[in-house]
């Protein structure tokens, strides 16, 4: 059987057929698509082989693939994997040296690790097939999110570019901004990598230095950089800002937009299954569904209808086939939208709660619990005047601690109160138990140590004694 290698041009011009096609043109990508990566997991990958013995052979229904789990795949890695090339000791051996960032291993496979801020990290080997999707899908479906005339006006400054996320680790960020420089050494001229990790009037310094056109960074990030800039330290015209990685709250969305005068584009992805969106030129967020499937769940593992909020997501990759990733819960709570969007995209669109934050359940007035949306949450403290910073962190099941850094000249037991008294109403409307409390911390905000992450909204729950 000869299989042509697939090329981010081909890929390109698929992407842009599927779309023109419809939502048939889409399905009949899919079918095919998982057929070939589900067959190839039960050949070549020992894991899914017993995983789905099961199972009966030929097409098999996704929704009868029993789902996989990150910490399960981890344990297995070397049988995970399709090629024996492949192995786990290598791997670690590779991401272990900052210095590969952007090179391939073993010349073929592009790897990424996460940095872990939720859990165990996990180590991402993508083959040439599933890197020619990713360019290719960004290319196709990125074009027409910005207005031809800002496009211009990017060209004509440069498009000089600056990625500020976290240094020295192979996050897919980083991989895919360095490879890109291996490749053409010459974009190191436009395009940087900023390390978030750096102190602040360091970075500001560079970034003025630098003065992109186009900035990506996490949402936490930018609402500092606004911070910045508006204090008169940070003197930056960005035509175009991205965030990731993060949450992006509409507060920070909006202030970040009025303080840089820039355009600014959320992005929803997942270092198993990237890009699993791309941004419209209407901001929302559509799946790649002729690359991947998202199936949302509830707790049971149960689909969940488009338009409502699921308790997580079942992701399945069909580009990669090295390291198969199929019905892989990913852990976001996500909506996939149940209207059309605008823009006349097929692709669904989706909304999710973002990976760094969690839903926090407290004690609910009658006896039931209650889930509260981490961007919620975020929204309510953000929008306290006199917060410049916050962390609301669950650390008993009726006690959520608040961490605060609040503005120069702002006094912090005044704002601190402010924070906890519309903390408090907004619980009350959420239905909380009375006895639920809000404490000042004494400790700031705290990032992850290596990612440069900040997790807004998270639980410290002591271990229960339940398990
Ligand atoms: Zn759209």
């Given at each position: 059987m000869r299989r042509r290698e697939l090329t981010a041009a081909g890929v390109a011009w698929d992407a842009w057929r599927a779309v023109r096609g419809g939502p048939p043109a889409i399905a009949a990508r899919r079918?095919?698509?998982?057929d070939a990566v589900v067959r190839h997991a039960r050949r070549a990958s020992p894991f899914y082989a017993e995983h789905y013995r099961a199972l009966p052979d030929g097409p098999v229904d996704l929704v009868r693939l029993p789902p996989v789990r990150k910490p399960g795949l981890m344990a297995r890695f070397d049988d995970w994997v399709t090629d024996p090339a492949v192995t786990r000791t290598g791997v670690e051996a590779f991401v272990g040296d900052p210095g590969r960032v952007g090179e391939d291993f073993l010349g073929r496979y592009v790897v990424f690790t996460t940095s872990g801020s939720t859990a165990e990290p996990a180590l991402l080997v993508q083959d040439p097939r599933a890197v020619a999707v990713m360019t290719g899908l960004t290319y196709a479906r990125s074009a027409g999110v910005l207005p031809p005339r800002l496009l211009l006006r990017v060209l004509a400054r440069g498009a000089r570019q600056a990625a500020v996320f976290a240094p020295g680790g192979h996050y897919l960020s980083a991989t895919m901004f360095e490879r890109r420089l291996r490749a053409r050494p010459v974009r190191r001229r436009w395009a940087r990598y900023f390390s978030v990790l750096d102190p602040l009037p360091q970075l500001v310094a560079q970034l003025d230095e630098f003065q992109p056109v186009l900035l990506g960074t996490y949402a936490s990030a930018l609402g500092v950089l606004a911070d910045e800039q508006e204090a008169g330290r940070l003197h930056i015209s960005p035509l175009v800002i991205s965030s990731g990685g993060e949450a992006l709250t509409p507060t920070v969305r909006r202030r970040a937009e009025r303080v840089f005068g820039a355009v600014v584009v959320d992005t929803y992805n997942a270092s198993e299954a990237t890009p699993l969106s791309l941004p419209c030129r209407r901001g929302?967020?559509?799946?790649?569904?002729?690359w991947f499937v998202v199936e949302p769940v509830d707790a049971e593992g149960a689909p969940v209808p488009d338009g409502q909020r699921s308790e997580t997501v079942l992701v399945t990759n069909l580009a990669n086939h090295v390291q198969p990733i199929i019905r892989y819960e990913l852990g976001d709570s996500v909506v996939v939208g149940a209207e059309p969007c605008p823009c006349g995209s097929p692709l669904p669109t989706i909304t999710a709660e973002g990976r760094t934050d969690e839903i926090l359940r407290i004690p609910g007035a009658d006896d039931a619990e209650v889930a509260l949306l981490p961007m919620a949450v975020a929204t309510v403290v953000e929008e306290t005047p006199g917060v410049r910073g916050y962390q609301v962190v669950q650390t008993a099941p009726a006690t959520l601690a608040l961490r605060l850094d609040v503005d120069p000249g702002a006094r912090r037991d005044e704002v601190g109160q402010r924070a906890?008294?519309?903390?408090?109403?907004y619980l009350r409307t959420q239905g909380a138990a009375p006895g639920v409390a809000i404490e000042l911390a004494d400790d700031p905000p705290r990032p992850h140590p290596?990612?440069?992450?900040?997790?807004?909204v998270l639980r410290s729950l002591p271990p229960s004694p339940l398990g």
């Amino acid at each position: 059987m000869r299989r042509r290698e697939l090329t981010a041009a081909g890929v390109a011009w698929d992407a842009w057929r599927a779309v023109r096609g419809g939502p048939p043109a889409i399905a009949a990508r899919r079918a095919a698509r998982l057929d070939a990566v589900v067959r190839h997991a039960r050949r070549a990958s020992p894991f899914y082989a017993e995983h789905y013995r099961a199972l009966p052979d030929g097409p098999v229904d996704l929704v009868r693939l029993p789902p996989v789990r990150k910490p399960g795949l981890m344990a297995r890695f070397d049988d995970w994997v399709t090629d024996p090339a492949v192995t786990r000791t290598g791997v670690e051996a590779f991401v272990g040296d900052p210095g590969r960032v952007g090179e391939d291993f073993l010349g073929r496979y592009v790897v990424f690790t996460t940095s872990g801020s939720t859990a165990e990290p996990a180590l991402l080997v993508q083959d040439p097939r599933a890197v020619a999707v990713m360019t290719g899908l960004t290319y196709a479906r990125s074009a027409g999110v910005l207005p031809p005339r800002l496009l211009l006006r990017v060209l004509a400054r440069g498009a000089r570019q600056a990625a500020v996320f976290a240094p020295g680790g192979h996050y897919l960020s980083a991989t895919m901004f360095e490879r890109r420089l291996r490749a053409r050494p010459v974009r190191r001229r436009w395009a940087r990598y900023f390390s978030v990790l750096d102190p602040l009037p360091q970075l500001v310094a560079q970034l003025d230095e630098f003065q992109p056109v186009l900035l990506g960074t996490y949402a936490s990030a930018l609402g500092v950089l606004a911070d910045e800039q508006e204090a008169g330290r940070l003197h930056i015209s960005p035509l175009v800002i991205s965030s990731g990685g993060e949450a992006l709250t509409p507060t920070v969305r909006r202030r970040a937009e009025r303080v840089f005068g820039a355009v600014v584009v959320d992005t929803y992805n997942a270092s198993e299954a990237t890009p699993l969106s791309l941004p419209c030129r209407r901001g929302r967020m559509h799946v790649n569904a002729d690359w991947f499937v998202v199936e949302p769940v509830d707790a049971e593992g149960a689909p969940v209808p488009d338009g409502q909020r699921s308790e997580t997501v079942l992701v399945t990759n069909l580009a990669n086939h090295v390291q198969p990733i199929i019905r892989y819960e990913l852990g976001d709570s996500v909506v996939v939208g149940a209207e059309p969007c605008p823009c006349g995209s097929p692709l669904p669109t989706i909304t999710a709660e973002g990976r760094t934050d969690e839903i926090l359940r407290i004690p609910g007035a009658d006896d039931a619990e209650v889930a509260l949306l981490p961007m919620a949450v975020a929204t309510v403290v953000e929008e306290t005047p006199g917060v410049r910073g916050y962390q609301v962190v669950q650390t008993a099941p009726a006690t959520l601690a608040l961490r605060l850094d609040v503005d120069p000249g702002a006094r912090r037991d005044e704002v601190g109160q402010r924070a906890r008294d519309r903390l408090d109403e907004y619980l009350r409307t959420q239905g909380a138990a009375p006895g639920v409390a809000i404490e000042l911390a004494d400790d700031p905000p705290r990032p992850h140590p290596r990612s440069g992450k900040l997790r807004h909204v998270l639980r410290s729950l002591p271990p229960s004694p339940l398990g």
